[in-house]
């Protein structure tokens, strides 16, 4: 099931193709993770135990292995 974002001006553009078209998710497999979803190119971000989290996630870039 998938739960609409409400935050999509919270949510960086896609670093791998520019969409803003984001989204958040509840993950199908695990109904209690969320997921930042690019409709586009379908690039992820982490997994969230909370829509705020996932965001955090999503916004959040690697350089060198660590977050920035």
Known sequence: EREVNTMC???KPCPFCGSEEIFVYLKSTNYDKWC?????????GGIGETKEEAATLWNTRMRGGKRK
Do not use: Q
Request: hydrophobic letters at 50%; glycine letters at 0%; aromatic letters at 0%.
């Open 9 to 11: 001006n919270e949510l």
């Open 36 to 44: 930042a979803v690019c409709e586009i190119c379908l690039a992820r």
